[in-house]
Each structure stands twice: as C-alpha cells, then as structure tokens.
C-alpha cells in the first residue's frame, strides 16, 4: 500500500482514510477506519464519472443491490454515499493475499493449489456466486485477482463491472477492455451476459488454481476472445474430480453450465462440518496468508482489500505470470489487424488463422465499472466451429462389430441408459452426461452431488441416480440436466444404496427410509421426489443384495438369502421367500421374464435360482462351479445367459441355459471374464475386464465378433452395463470413453 498524497482526501463519509490501495477505471480506492476501528475498503469514485448523470444513476441502482450481498465468501458492502460528491462505497476489507499473488508467488510456498483446495477454494466461490446471483448481479470479471484468500476461506471482491439484471450498458469508444482471459464465450461475443457468464469464469478460475496457467494460454487480446469462443482448455492435465468440475463450469453453451446451486450441492463433502477455520487451507497457502498479514502490520507489505465495485487489483503479476502477458486495450485498438505472432495458440480442430476480424461495437458492460466488451464478429475459412471435439464419428456406417462413435467422458464411465433416443452415462466421479444415440454428441453434462454414479435409470422424464457407494439420491431433468430433487447421502443409511430400479413412473431405492437397523427398499416419485413409501426386511442387521421392478411389483433379494415381493404402489408386502441357506448380493440382481425370477447367490458355490412369480416356488435350482461368481444375467428367445467373473478377475465364461429347466446349452471360456452381459433373440453380446465386447449366437455359442476398447495405458475394462439399442451396443469403460458400436 501506499501513502497518501497532497491530493487524496482524509475522511469519506464516517471513515478515515490512511493509505492508498489502488486506482482502477472507476475510482481510487483506499484503506479506512470506522469510528470503531473497523478496517474498511473505500473506493472514491472519479470526478469525470460523478458528473455523468447517467453513471451516478447507474452506480446508485448497483450500490443498492449490492448491499443486499452478504454471503459468507462474498466481501459485504457496508456503507456507500452514492449521492455524495463525488460518489463512493465502502466494503469490508480482507487481509489475505489474491489467489493471483498466491499461485505466483516466487517462494517454496506459492504455485498452484493442491486438489483439496481447489475444491474448497471452488465450493466457497460457488457460494459467493450464489449470493451475488441472488441480489440480481452479475459479478462479470471474477478473475484470480478479484479473490482473495482469508484464514477462514476465500472472498470474491470487485464488483465494479458488475451489471444488474435489469440494467443498461455505457457505449463509450475510449472504454478500457481488461485482459481477457477469464471472460465467458458469450461476453467475448459480445452477447448477454447472465449469471452463468460468471460460472464460466470460476471455470478458469479454478483452472488457475490447480495448473498456475491460465486455461486459454497468453497472448494478444484479439486472439484470447478467439480462443475463448472456439478452443477448449487442456483438461487432461487436471485430476478426475477437477476435470468433471471444470469442464462443466466451461461448457460454450450457457445453458449446459451447471448453477452455482448445483456446484454447491456437488461439493458438499469438500468442507468437512467440523473442520476449523485454522483448518481450510492447507499449510503453504496458510503460512502465504500469515506472511501477508504480518507484511500489513508492519506496513511493508502489498495492497489487498475488499475494495468493492470497480477496484483494481492491488499488486502486480509476477514476472512471466499469465496475467503479465496480457496487455489492455482500447476499443479504438480492435478494428486494427492484430499480430497472430509465436504466441497465437490454434484452437484444436480451428482450423488456419484467426480470420477476418472486426469490431462491431462496444455494447456489453456494466456503468460501474466503465469497462465495455467489444462485439466481435470471429470467422474462420470452413465456416462454423464443432465444438464436440469429443466426437470421433457421427454417422452408422460401420459393419458389425465396427465402431459408430465413442466419446471421451472425465473419468470412468459406469452406467448407461437409452431413452428417447438419448443415452445418459453416469461416471465415477461426480458427473452424469446426456448424449445424442446416433451421433455421441453431448446433449448436456453435469456434476453431481452424487459420488459414484454406478446406478441409473431413466422414468417420468426425469434421470434418476443412486450412490451405492456412499448413498445419496438425486433426479435430473431428462431433456435439460436440471436438477429436480435430491435426498442427501446423510439421510439413506450408513452404507450406499444397494439397487436401484423404475416402474409405473417410481423409482426404487435400496434403502429404509425409516430404519437404521436394516435395509428394504424406499419408494420416490421419479418426477417429484416425493417419498411415497418405504418398507424395511423383518430382519435387523439385513442389507440389500438387489432390486428389480417390473409390471407393478418391486423385488428385493438380501444378504440374509431372502427374496421379497412388494407392490410398486403402496409398498405391501405381496410374499416373502426365505430359508434357501444363502445370500445375496455382490453379483447380479434379480432378472425377471415373463412369470419367472432369476437369483444368483453370492455363496461359494453358488447357486443359481428360477423361482416362479405367480406360486412363490422354485422351479429349478443349478449349483454353479466352486470360485465362480455369476456376475451378470440376461434372457432371451426361453434361454438365459450367465455371465462369470472368477479366480480375481482374470478369467470367467459365458454360458448359455434354458431358461425353463436351467439345463446348461453351452459354455464359453473368455479371457479376463465376463462382467456385462446383454441378449437380443439371436445374438449375445458379453464384455469383460479387458476392454473387449464379443458377440456369439445366441443358440449355439458361436463366437460372431470381437472389438476392442482402447487401447491405451489406463485400465480399459468394460466398467458399464451393455445397452443394446437401435442397431447399436452401447458400453462405458475405466479408459473414461462411452463406446458405441455396430450390432449383428
């Protein structure tokens, strides 16, 4: 900070002023005292810009709704004179360094942030969004430098192109364009710039965060908006959990960004309930801190403060930083050719040089802060750009056992569903991602507060996943993405859901709601969540081994060999099937066809059931081979299909039954086993842990086909379900692709 000279004033409002902080385009700013000693930034408005009467009236509507602010992470305004001359605001002052000035520090302490403060650093500025939302703003320049880091958390400060929603915007040609890399797609564009602009923005802040790079590189501002609009960040270098967030925050389409509601849901477990305020950072960035407050006490240190709408950023980048490289411009600047030197960064698939450029007008910006957004009409020989550089092929041309399309996910894929010509894939990590059959382009994605999202089905329009690692239930809107309902993973049992299936527009979650002591199974409406029955096992200490639905009734088998039958609208028991001497659970879940239900057992050996639906009896028993583990079943045309996993997974068969008597057809051995198992009338398809989908007849087990996942040096095991639909096998693998293939 820097003391105060001839010409700065020595009192605003009720507070003292004693050092300057800064200057930015909309005022200088400075460090005060309340009459109770409290620390406060003051920003003092320019004399140019407080004889403007469209700006004072601008500046008076924001300061108004930026009072209301006041979320835990957002710095609170808490005074203004808006009708003073000249007009100004004060905001409560934060001693902690920017997260700029911590990721680029040049000491054993600085550099980027580990995984975990990321992730904290992403859930506090969620927050702070939210409350800023809330008011009816738009933050519109989060950036590295306008968030600053406390003892106790992060702040977003400087609101000073903040735009209210109901506002107008300035036109000035002299207007300053800051550095542009942490602007959205739509502000580069020069379109409207709504809440999801700045969800976009914590995309690349956190980007910052985790790499110290800024996520378009550096470069010429004509050629940063380009990359903005057209280039995608290079998310590979990110861990799973980090690349999930961060691509959603970054999706070019406003409408596949998640809300700051629905990051704030995804990163509940990031925050422990009992962690300390001490606790939050871990230690380098902590002692970054101290090192900062200890510089302020003795007045040696750099400015930092809470300076409010339209404050710069105190300090300067470290040499070499990625803010550095970055000049400003004037709009008088960008009608001129601009260089496309060594630092232009080509866009992948952008095909060559940046184009025709031109300014169309200054039109997006916010009076606040004076600062004004060219239009920029962006164009490339070849015409648009495809931004689903996932995509490897878009058109079925491919024989049987030929690749249609495959599209990379974050992390690994574990379950698919097709409806409605859509397949939804939920991953490992947090995300569940909606993409066109045909074609594998994504429809939308989202993170979720679900952590594993290995259980999914598709009822009433709405996507409804189960955590059956951690518990947790959560609804999306099948066409949008939008969350519709949840139930925390605090609320369904110590353990994970342990099955999951739908009928009749329900769904059916293998939990009880209303018991600690043993599971059963716990009816929702899909569409609405609301929690129409629940139904626990007679049995304390009994869990779920697997749920199936199917016309109008529930079953539910349990690690106590039980299986039970309840009715899908009320939840009334209808029978109960006991004292076989075995368990359930950790193989496959209860298969139904016509009025028989399949069981495998998880004893060694196993044994593996048909029970009748209508009598309640078995009609047949078949003891499986000592190690196997019937890890899949699947009917079709009267036979039923089982799919092993034995000896550690590296080995296992497919075998073919009839399903009246259980009397074996066929048996196939397959190299590293067989987990999915999927059956039209004459074709079988099985894919195993290493990464390879195999087709056989249905009838006599001849092998048809086989395509191979990958390859690549991750583990590609088949991780998902098989789907087959329209002509197509659809599978997800650990290599984080959804595969789409050719069926026979």
Not at 151 to 176: C, K, N, Q, W, Y
Not at 202 to 220: E, I, K, M, Q, S
Request: charged share 15%; proline share 7%; hydrophobic share 40%.
């Amino acid at each position: 900070m820097l003391p105060l000279t001839a010409d700065d004033p020595r009192q605003v409002g009720e507070f003292r002023l004693h050092a300057r902080l800064g200057a930015g385009g909309m005022g200088r700013v400075f460090l005060g005292h309340s009459p109770g000693g409290r620390a406060v930034a003051v920003k003092v408005v320019h004399p140019h810009l407080a004889r403007d009467a469209a700006f004072v009236d601008r500046f008076r509507r924001e300061v108004d709704a930026a009072q209301a602010v006041n979320g835990s992470y957002a710095a609170p305004v808490v005074a203004a004179g808006p009708d003073d001359d000249p007009p100004w605001l004060a905001t409560a002052y934060v001693s902690g360094p920017s997260l700029q000035e911590v990721v680029t520090a040049q000491s054993i302490s600085g550099g980027p942030l580990p995984e975990g403060a990321v992730l904290k650093l992403a859930a506090g500025l969620a927050e702070a969004l939210r409350a800023i939302h809330d008011c009816g703003l738009v933050h519109r320049d989060l950036k590295p430098g306008n968030v600053l880091l406390a003892d106790d958390g992060p702040r977003v400060i400087d609101f000073g192109i903040a735009r209210a929603l109901d506002g107008t915007v300035l036109t000035s040609a002299e207007s300053v364009l800051g550095t542009p890399s942490f602007m959205s797609p739509e502000q580069a564009e020069g379109l409207p710039a709504g809440p999801p602009s700045d969800v976009f923005s914590l995309g690349g802040v956190l980007y910052f965060a985790a790499t110290g790079d800024n996520p378009f590189g550096t470069g010429h501002p004509a050629v940063m908006l380009y990359r903005i609009v057209h280039a995608e960040p290079d998310l590979d270098r990110l861990p799973p959990r980090l690349r999930d967030l961060i691509a959603a925050c970054m999706a070019k389409d406003p409408e596949r960004r998640p809300t700051p509601e629905e990051l704030s849901a995804a990163l509940m477990d990031v925050v422990p309930p009992g962690d300390s305020p001490a606790a939050f950072w871990p230690a380098p960035v902590a002692r970054l801190i101290r090192d900062h407050q200890a510089g302020l006490g003795n007045g040696s240190g750099p400015a930092r403060g809470a300076a409010g709408p339209g404050s710069p950023t105190p300090g300067s980048p470290a040499p070499g930083s990625p803010s550095a490289a970055e000049p400003t411009v004037r709009l008088a600047d960008l009608g001129r050719p601009q260089p496309t030197g060594p630092d232009s960064w080509p866009a992948a698939g952008a095909g060559p040089g940046l184009g025709r450029r031109r300014a169309l007008a200054a039109l997006a910006g916010a009076a606040a802060g004076g600062l004004v957004v060219a239009v920029w009409e962006l164009t490339r020989p070849g015409g648009g750009h495809v931004t689903a550089g996932q995509l490897t092929s878009q058109h079925h041309t491919a024989r049987p056992g030929g690749e249609v399309w495959r599209f990379k996910a974050r992390s690994p894929v574990d379950y698919l569903a097709v409806a409605g010509g859509v397949l939804y894939a939920g991953t490992g990590q947090n995300a569940v991602y909606a993409l066109d059959a045909a074609t594998g382009k994504q429809l939308w994605w989202r993170a979720t507060s679900t952590t594993d999202n290995g259980q999914l089905v598709v009822a009433d329009g709405a996507v409804v996943i189960a955590d059956p690692t951690n518990g947790g239930v959560l609804a999306l809107d099948a066409a949008t993405g939008r969350q519709l309902w949840s139930v925390a993973s605090g609320t369904t049992g110590s353990g994970g859901i342990l099955g999951l299936a739908a009928d009749g527009g329900r769904v059916f979650c293998g939990y009880a709601a209303k018991s600690d002591t043993t599971g059963g199974v716990t009816a929702f409406g899909a569409a609405t969540g609301t929690l129409l029955w629940t139904a626990k096992f007679e049995q304390d200490l009994d869990i779920n081994g697997g749920l199936t639905a199917a016309a109008g009734t529930v079953y539910a088998t349990t690690a106590n060999g039980e299986l039970y039958a309840y009715r899908g609208t009320t939840g009334t028991r209808r029978w109960r099937l006991h004292g076989k001497g075995v368990k359930f659970g950790g193989n496959a879940s209860p298969l139904i066809s016509g009025n028989v239900v399949y069981v495998a057992s998880s004893n060694n050996p196993p044994i593996l059931y048909g029970i009748r639906l209508s009598t309640h009896r078995e009609i047949w028993q078949q003891l499986l081979g000592a190690g196997d583990n019937a890890s899949w079943l699947a009917v079709s045309a009267g036979v039923l299909f089982v799919g092993d996993t034995s000896n550690g997974q590296d080995a296992g068969y497919l075998a073919a039954r009839n399903a009246a008597t259980g009397q074996q057809l066929w048996k196939n051995q397959v190299t590293q086993g067989v987990f999915p198992v999927a059956a039209t009338a004459n074709v079988v398809y099985s894919g195993s842990n290493g990464g390879v989908l195999d087709a056989w007849q249905a009838s006599t087990g001849n092998h048809l086909w086989s395509y191979a996942a990958g390859p690549g040096p991750v583990n590609n095991a088949i991780a998902s379900n098989l789907v087959v639909s329209g002509g197509v096998v659809y599978f997800g693998s650990n290599d984080h692709y959804v595969y789409a293939v050719a069926a026979q």
